[in-house]
């Protein structure tokens, strides 16, 4: 493959338009000359060649988060940079009907990475897509879309919405009848011999890195096989493409190593599950500092911070049902395991629903609110922006912590219903059903996610309720066990 660039810079209103020839060849012969005025194309044109890539994966998720891709011969790279790539939208979970199905994948050049599992002789690079109607219109229903139009209102407001996700996972075998179980015996920060992740880990961390991720630390999670990796945070947007990106790679290399990795969030019954903490803060667009610092107020959270955790906390109950977005997600949001079930907040406590962490009070950089009950079966775009949104509205509205819900020096768990009931405490919805109750009564919620994903969202969940109750019909116990439906619908797809 060869690369012939031209560039005629035009300047109008200070913005410097660049104008690029590209002309790639196959086996010797040219096959075709693209004008764009993406001068990105040279650049990755020329990576292409660099690395032998042969394949160009597509990637996008639907509504539910799940991963998707189609993949083109690199020879149409620049065509897709500059026209996207067709597909039928009526065959995504959460997308167009049959009668409206034409849709455009946009790749954004910025996530261009080389994924590290391919043969070499196979090279196969992939981007992150935004989904487009015909014509180039935003599709409304793009998870991807639906977080920077959640952005795009803090960036109004003057702020940066930055973002630092726990994903915690599961590491399982599977014998030869289909039974799963934990590929170790390990507990929290265990080494080998009981910590027989550390092979999975190493490898899914040399791919992170590949592909851009900072990893910050790793170890065995408190559950026997469950392992967490955590990495760098990042703008919003940015964060969550690598949360899609950190999935797909621990997948791919516990699969090289023999076993399954599973962001379920709840495998087995009687142990933690996975959660997806997300650390949150606002940096001002205009002088780059941390809205939520005040080197004066206690233990430096500004008022800012504290609004924006009063709105997480408003709107907590109708946030479950996007940010824990299962049936077995309720399995692991109940009390003894860790998991937030008390609509809470506190400084450094885990057991309350929003934490700030307390490790530098003075730094100005590390003041952020951690919102725990989200899980690892998130949509991580949809999750960012009904956050953010739900933060918002607590800046905007000046949404005040109520003092009894500050719960420092208490663990929540050990509060009986009538602590709980004097201090103002609050409970999350203890099944899907609930969250989705709460969701349809929460218009800013609503308005985060849009009305055409809302009421999708609210269907697709409460057709799977309804298969769900259809399963366990006739079986009280269903809710003390993980059963073989939760199995079969989330260890592999989530």
Request: charged share 25%; hydrophobic share 40%; proline share 5%.
């Given at each position: 493959?060869?690369?012939k660039k031209?560039?005629?810079?035009?300047?109008?209103?200070k913005t410097?338009v660049q104008?690029?020839?590209?002309?790639i060849k196959?086996?010797?012969?040219?096959?075709?000359?693209?004008?764009?005025n993406?001068e990105?194309?040279a650049?990755l044109?020329?990576?292409?060649?660099?690395h032998?890539?042969?394949f160009?994966?597509?990637?996008f998720?639907?509504?539910?988060?799940t991963?998707?891709?189609v993949?083109?011969?690199i020879?149409h790279?620049?065509?897709?940079?500059?026209?996207?790539?067709?597909?039928d939208g009526?065959?995504?979970?959460?997308?167009?009907?049959?009668?409206d199905?034409?849709?455009?994948a946009?790749?954004?050049?910025?996530?261009w990475?080389?994924?590290p599992?391919r043969p070499?002789?196979?090279?196969?690079?992939?981007?992150?897509?935004?989904i487009m109607?015909?014509?180039g219109r935003p599709?409304e229903?793009?998870?991807r879309?639906i977080?920077k139009?959640?952005?795009k209102?803090a960036t109004d407001?003057?702020?940066?919405f930055l973002?630092g996700?726990e994903?915690e996972?599961f590491?399982?075998?599977?014998?030869?009848?289909?039974?799963?179980?934990p590929?170790d015996s390990?507990?929290?920060f265990?080494?080998?011999p009981?910590d027989?992740?550390?092979?999975?880990?190493?490898?899914a961390?040399?791919a992170?890195?590949?592909f851009?991720?900072?990893?910050e630390?790793?170890?065995h999670e408190v559950?026997?096989?469950?392992?967490?990796?955590?990495f760098?945070?990042?703008?919003a947007l940015?964060a969550a493409?690598?949360s899609?990106?950190?999935k797909?790679?621990?997948?791919?290399?516990a699969?090289?190593?023999g076993?399954?990795?599973t962001f379920m969030?709840?495998?087995?019954?009687?142990?933690?599950g996975?959660?997806?903490?997300?650390?949150?803060?606002?940096?001002?667009v205009?002088?780059?500092?941390n809205a939520?610092?005040?080197a004066?107020?206690?233990?430096?959270?500004?008022?800012?911070g504290?609004?924006?955790?009063?709105g997480?906390l408003k709107h907590?109950?109708?946030?479950?049902?996007?940010v824990?977005?299962?049936?077995?997600?309720?399995?692991?949001l109940?009390?003894?395991?860790?998991?937030p079930?008390?609509?809470?907040?506190?400084f450094a406590n885990?057991?309350?629903?929003?934490?700030?962490?307390?490790y530098?009070?003075?730094?100005?950089?590390a003041?952020?609110a951690e919102?725990?009950?989200?899980?690892v079966s998130?949509n991580?775009?949809?999750?960012?922006?009904?956050?953010?949104?739900?933060?918002?509205?607590?800046?905007?509205n000046?949404?005040e912590?109520?003092?009894t819900?500050?719960?420092?020096?208490?663990?929540?768990?050990?509060?009986?219903e009538?602590d709980?009931?004097?201090?103002g405490i609050?409970?999350?919805?203890?099944?899907?059903?609930?969250?989705?109750?709460e969701?349809?009564?929460?218009?800013?919620?609503?308005e985060a996610l849009g009305e055409y994903?809302?009421?999708?969202?609210?269907?697709?969940?409460?057709?799977e309720?309804a298969?769900?109750?259809?399963?366990?019909?006739?079986d009280?116990d269903?809710?003390?066990?993980i059963?073989?439906w939760?199995i079969?619908?989330y260890l592999?797809?989530?």
């Amino acid at each position: 493959m060869s690369v012939k660039k031209t560039v005629h810079c035009i300047i109008s209103d200070k913005t410097i338009v660049q104008k690029t020839e590209i002309t790639i060849k196959k086996r010797g012969k040219k096959m075709k000359t693209i004008e764009t005025n993406t001068e990105k194309i040279a650049e990755l044109a020329a990576l292409a060649e660099k690395h032998n890539v042969k394949f160009l994966r597509l990637q996008f998720v639907d509504i539910f988060g799940t991963l998707k891709n189609v993949a083109i011969p690199i020879t149409h790279v620049g065509d897709s940079l500059t026209n996207g790539t067709g597909f039928d939208g009526s065959s995504i979970k959460g997308f167009t009907p049959i009668y409206d199905s034409d849709m455009i994948a946009m790749p954004d050049p910025n996530t261009w990475a080389i994924l590290p599992w391919r043969p070499k002789e196979l090279t196969t690079a992939r981007m992150i897509c935004d989904i487009m109607r015909p014509g180039g219109r935003p599709f409304e229903g793009d998870p991807r879309y639906i977080l920077k139009r959640a952005i795009k209102k803090a960036t109004d407001m003057g702020y940066n919405f930055l973002t630092g996700p726990e994903l915690e996972f599961f590491l399982v075998r599977m014998d030869n009848g289909g039974c799963m179980s934990p590929m170790d015996s390990g507990g929290y920060f265990d080494m080998m011999p009981m910590d027989m992740g550390t092979d999975v880990r190493r490898a899914a961390i040399l791919a992170m890195e590949d592909f851009g991720l900072e990893i910050e630390m790793s170890h065995h999670e408190v559950a026997p096989g469950q392992h967490e990796i955590d990495f760098r945070y990042a703008e919003a947007l940015e964060a969550a493409d690598k949360s899609i990106t950190y999935k797909q790679a621990t997948k791919a290399m516990a699969v090289q190593l023999g076993m399954y990795a599973t962001f379920m969030p709840k495998p087995y019954y009687g142990e933690n599950g996975s959660g997806m903490h997300v650390h949150q803060s606002l940096f001002a667009v205009d002088t780059g500092k941390n809205a939520f610092y005040d080197a004066s107020a206690d233990s430096s959270l500004s008022d800012v911070g504290k609004w924006y955790i009063g709105g997480l906390l408003k709107h907590a109950k109708a946030l479950t049902a996007v940010v824990a977005p299962t049936i077995n997600s309720y399995k692991r949001l109940v009390p003894g395991y860790e998991a937030p079930v008390y609509i809470s907040w506190a400084f450094a406590n885990r057991s309350a629903l929003v934490r700030v962490p307390n490790y530098h009070p003075n730094l100005e950089k590390a003041i952020r609110a951690e919102f725990r009950c989200p899980d690892v079966s998130c949509n991580p775009y949809l999750a960012y922006a009904v956050m953010l949104s739900a933060g918002l509205d607590g800046i905007k509205n000046q949404i005040e912590m109520p003092e009894t819900l500050n719960c420092t020096g208490l663990n929540v768990y050990d509060l009986t219903e009538q602590d709980l009931a004097d201090r103002g405490i609050k409970t999350l919805p203890g099944s899907l059903t609930e969250a989705l109750n709460e969701l349809e009564k929460d218009t800013v919620i609503k308005e985060a996610l849009g009305e055409y994903t809302f009421n999708l969202y609210l269907k697709l969940k409460r057709a799977e309720v309804a298969e769900y109750e259809e399963f366990v019909k006739g079986d009280p116990d269903h809710k003390q066990k993980i059963t073989q439906w939760e199995i079969d619908k989330y260890l592999i797809r989530v």
